[in-house]
Nanobody, 115 residues
């Protein structure tokens, strides 16, 4: 079993920055992709960014150039650096670790972008 704990959310003004962290406990040797998703009120959960074991990254068009996903294998942690935040980035952000027959989610962390 893998347990994921997110941190780093909060309230930030438009144009500000936040860094989300997702730390895993348990073995992640079978995890292939780590990702961040978000879900705004009355909207479906959407992929924000992902990173593979090989280091390949994918970003939603809405965050390209503003968000950066990275991972620290030794710490079993994935990060999401969010810059130039906009009100439309407001959502609950969830981390996800995926592998063959494996799919783990964190509890979510609230990000609110407002003046």
């Amino acid at each position: 079993q893998v347990h994921l704990v997110e941190s780093g959310g909060g309230l930030v003004q438009p144009g500000g920055s936040l860094r989300l962290s997702c730390a895993a406990s348990g073995s992640i040797v079978r995890i292939v992709v780590m990702g961040w998703y978000r879900q705004a009120p009355s909207k479906e959960r959407e992929l924000v960014a992902s990173i593979t074991t090989g280091g390949s990254t994918t970003y939603a068009d809405s965050v390209k150039g503003r968000f950066t996903i990275s991972r620290d294998n030794m710490k079993k942690t994935v990060y999401l650096q969010m810059n130039s935040l906009k009100p439309e980035d407001t959502a609950v952000y969830y981390c996800n670790f995926w592998g063959i027959n494996l799919n783990y989610w964190g509890q979510g962390t609230q990000v609110t972008v407002s003046s």
